[in-house]
């Protein structure tokens, strides 16, 4: 089973996920451009049971604006880890926590409010799949 180290900026909080992603990607949303201080979030979504704090757990801070986020970071450095997404049952582990994961987008989220339109050739979807809730409606790049 491969395995994964991240951790934080101030390397006080390390994390490992375990196995492979359920899905990988680029959310445009709004939430997650003020959150990040960036245009575009690149998710790795994981099974809770695959994603491991291992050190400095009592660092974890975590805000949650909505019930479908509790967006998680160092305390201490403020830097970002993971957000839990608990009405998915899925753990976004920001792909750049995790460096050694080789990140292969396979859906861009969210399209409908993309500052930076990336013509990549993958679906770009209105919003979410229809399996998590959305209207599952793509848009042209
Ligand atoms: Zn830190
Ligand atoms: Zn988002």
């Known amino acids: 089973m491969t395995m994964h180290k991240g951790g934080c900026f101030c390397g006080t909080v390390a994390i490992e996920v375990r196995g492979l992603p359920e899905a990988m990607g680029y959310c445009h949303c709004g939430s997650c451009r003020a959150w990040?201080?960036?245009p575009v979030n690149a998710f790795t979504l994981w099974k809770p049971e695959n994603v491991k704090v291992t050190k400095g757990a009592d660092f974890?801070?975590?805000f949650m604006k909505t019930k479908m986020s509790g967006r998680?970071?160092?305390?201490?450095c403020g830097?970002?880890?993971m957000a839990d997404h608990p009405p998915l049952g899925l753990v976004?582990?920001?792909a750049a926590t995790i460096p050694t994961l080789a990140f292969r987008p396979a859906i861009h989220v969210n399209y409908a409010e993309t500052v930076l339109p990336m013509k990549d050739g993958l679906p770009?979807?209105?919003d979410f799949p229809a399996?998590?809730?959305g209207s599952g409606v793509a848009l042209p790049e």
């Open 79 to 81: 830097g970002h880890l």
């Open 60 to 62: 974890v801070a975590q």
């Open 72 to 76: 998680q970071f160092c305390a201490k």
């Open 36 to 38: 990040s201080a960036a």
């Open 92 to 94: 976004d582990v920001y």
């Open 131 to 133: 399996e998590l809730g």
């Open 124 to 126: 770009k979807l209105k």
